[in-house]
């Protein structure tokens, strides 16, 4: 698992390009035209992907893929699943207790929405990847009741990763007879979701929210800001994760 994570790490932003520029420097003794030419591009991509419009080359493709939902009477969906997105720890202003960060509150968010619209059992997971006492699931849990007044049916609290969120969602539901549901998460992660979970044998009606693609854009957009690094970090981890499980099942 710590392998994974640090080699994750480096294929990610801003790590990859940091390393990436330090090559190019390296390289200067030996290849100065060379060295220069890389250690320059690597500052420019990331000047370019750490401003909000920059993020929309990687952002932009994977969202086309996601179309918001639209529920129609012959849906027949059974069941809502709505997929972590992480926490905030030891929340003082909770009493110290674990909250759902805001990835995770948007998902809930628009969870309840269609909940309410549905009338449907609402499975919530995610587990303890960073060693918490308490499951991701039931934090989502409490904030559903607490927050949105929506009870939730299941909680998955064992999965470290959206392939386990699949495997052991799908064995809970399998035993409720459930064979088509309406999967939340985000625009960038429903891609890789949607293929997982079909991977299980359910039927996926994809539920989509947080579609940056969508968002207005100003001046300040262009320029390099934190909230464009982390869009374009995480889409790159998508780009990474659709790959990965792409060519694994294809026998790669």
């Known amino acids: 698992m710590i392998i994974t994570k640090v080699v994750s790490m480096l294929l990610l932003l801003p790590t990859n390009l940091i390393v990436l520029c330090v090559i190019g420097m390296l390289l200067r003794r030996a290849y100065p035209r060379l060295g220069v030419t890389v250690s320059v591009a690597a500052l420019l ?20 893929h996601s179309s918001p939902l639209t529920l129609s009477a012959d849906s027949d969906a ?49 587990g303890m990847p960073d060693g918490s006492a308490v499951s991701e699931a039931a934090v989502m849990s409490q904030s559903l009741q607490d927050d949105f007044a929506t009870p939730v049916k299941w909680q998955e609290g064992k999965s470290d990763d959206t392939e386990q969120n699949a495997k052991f969602s799908a064995e809970m539901l399998r035993q409720a007879n459930v064979k088509k549901i309406i999967l939340v998460t985000d625009a960038l992660h429903m891609q890789r979701a949607r293929l997982v979970f079909a991977q299980t044998g359910l039927e996926v009606i994809a539920a989509p ?33 659709v790959f990965w499980y792409t060519a694994r099942h294809a026998g790669l």
């Open 78 to 126: 059974q069941a809502i699943v709505i997929l972590g997105g992480g926490r905030l720890g030891n929340a003082p202003e909770y009493d110290s207790k674990d909250q759902p960060n805001y990835w995770t509150l948007a998902r809930l968010r628009y969870g309840a929405k269609i909940q309410r619209q549905t009338g449907l059992p609402i499975l919530v997971s995610g």
């Open 209 to 241: 929210t947080i579609f940056f693609s969508q968002e207005r854009f100003t001046l300040l957009s262009f320029l390099p800001s934190g909230e464009g690094m982390r869009r374009s970090a995480y889409a790159m981890h998508e780009w990474l994760g």
């Open 45 to 64: 991509l990331l000047a370019v992907l750490s401003s909000k419009a920059g993020a929309l080359l990687l952002v932009a493709p994977l969202e086309q």
